[in-house]
């Protein structure tokens, strides 16, 4: 297999992961969990359950708000930017990839997987 270094027509999911990594690891520095477990106190307080009897349900709160948080900062920039081909998983740039489309009113517009050529919608 010929190794291409064509950025826009990259497998973009290890970098994706990579980023996502980041960010988790980053958030869960110690100062920036504290950050979210405070704010989840401050949510608790606001409805009027006691904070110091739910400690155990703060920290687990702020940590699944920690990985919605990261999810949301790769995932939604994802799908706006990238496409995955659901045959083999390839993560690619829209825009490094023409859009195809079966007729000539452009009906079912897709992409064509830049690695294993299946379409994406
Ligand atoms: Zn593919």
Known sequence: MENKLRVLEGNWGDIIFGIR???????????NFLVFKNFTIFLIETA?????????????IAF?????????LTELP??????QCRNCDMVFLKIGV??????????????????????CF
């Open 64 to 72: 699944i708000g920690i990985c919605l948080f990261a999810y949301m």
């Open 21 to 31: 990594t980041l960010i988790l690891s980053f958030l869960f520095n110690e100062d």
């Open 98 to 119: 023409p859009e195809s489309s079966w007729d000539s009113e452009h009906t079912i517009k897709h992409r064509h997987c830049p690695r294993c050529g299946a379409a």
């Open 48 to 60: 009027g359950l006691p904070p110091n009897e739910l400690d155990f349900a703060i920290s687990f």
């Open 78 to 83: 994802k799908r706006l930017v990238f496409m």
